[in-house]
């Protein structure tokens, strides 16, 4: 059953990966007002990088899974893994926008300035980088697979791309944990 019409997979692809990342950049750079969404308890903001890092870890599970599961031939296992994994990656993106809105931005670093701007600071553009590459990606995907049935997506480019998807996917959220271990339990 289709349920992306196989001619707008692209189109698709470009319109929800530039809506997506606008979102993002509005809200880290402190662009969509606090008021435009709900005011949280100062504990709920500050548990949310704890729950966005349990996610982070999950989602790496799951991808895990997914990836062990298609190479065995395992197709329904693979979906629902990867299924859960968009999933978590969905929460996971819907929490951190909501901080970020609420808070006004990205919080400094507390470390020291040499740890900053050698340690951090690269593993935070890795990380971002490869979060900005896997929004399309994921969508494109994610879309070949709605939009064809499953007999179908060996003709695809769903494997080639899903494969780069998924690695570069796991390195970000991994250093995303990293990141987060930095701000939140090193300093």
């Known amino acids: 059953m289709e349920y992306v019409p196989r001619e707008r997979v692209r189109l698709l ?25 709900p005011a949280a308890p100062e504990w709920v903001l500050e548990t949310i990088p704890l729950v966005n890092a349990v996610l982070s870890a999950t989602a790496i599970g799951t991808i895990a899974v997914g990836w062990r599961a298609i190479r065995r031939g395992r197709i329904e296992r693979h979906r629902v893994a990867m299924i859960a994994s968009f999933g978590l990656f969905v929460a996971f993106l819907a929490l951190y926008l909501y901080r970020l809105t609420v808070t006004g931005g990205p919080q400094p670093f507390p470390g020291p300035d040499q740890v900053y701007q050698f340690v951090y600071l690269p593993l935070l553009a890795i990380h971002i980088f490869l979060a900005i590459v896997c929004i ?41 944990i990293v ?3 930095l701000l939140h339990v090193v300093y």
């Not at 950049?25 to 435009?36: E, K, M, N, T, V």
């Not at 060996?154 to 080639?160: F, G, K, V």
């Open 13 to 37: 692809t470009g319109v929800l990966s530039v809506v997506s990342l606008a979102v993002v950049f509005a809200a880290a750079g402190g662009r969509i007002p606090s008021s435009s969404v």
């Open 136 to 176: 399309p990606l994921l969508y494109y995907v994610l879309l070949l697979a709605l939009s064809r049935p499953i007999a179908e997506l060996p003709d695809t480019s769903h494997a080639r791309i899903g494969r780069v998807a998924a690695t570069l996917w796991l390195i970000s959220f991994s250093l995303g």
């Open 179 to 181: 990141v987060f271990v």
